[in-house]
């Protein structure tokens, strides 16, 4: 089972970035796939999660509407939508597996290796 994340980089506030997260080696039709992120000296702070089987999406109430999490089953890939960047949303962003939609990373099973975002003023 691999993650791959990818689609970070350097924007400037009020830029988009669209983040992927592929797996492979297994299909994940049944498990959830989260976006979770880490700011330096911070702790890892959850984004959003998207089950495979249904439409059903969850996100921080804190970053609602600016974030959009959705997937491709062909693709066995997620993505990150994220608009109106902000400074503070600079940290390394990581996507991860799971059997149900969880807000805390550790019910997560399979982690992604992090793709940094950065946001500058």
């Known amino acids: 089972v691999q993650l791959q994340a990818s689609g970070g980089g350097l924007v400037q506030t009020g830029g988009s970035l669209r983040l992927s997260c592929t797996a492979s080696g297994r299909t994940f039709s049944s498990y959830a796939t989260g976006w979770f992120r880490q700011a330096p000296g911070k702790e890892q702070e959850f984004v959003a999660a998207i089950k495979w089987s249904s439409s059903s999406t969850y996100y921080s109430d804190s970053l609602k509407g600016r974030f959009t999490i959705s997937r491709d089953n062909a693709k066995n890939t997620v993505y990150l939508q994220m608009n109106s960047l902000k400074p503070e949303d600079t940290a390394v962003y990581y996507c991860?597996?799971?059997?149900?939609?969880?807000?805390?990373?550790?019910?997560?099973?399979?982690w992604g290796q992090g793709t940094q975002v950065t946001v500058s003023s």
């Open positions: 991860a597996v799971g059997p149900y939609i969880d807000y805390v990373p550790a019910r997560y099973a399979y």
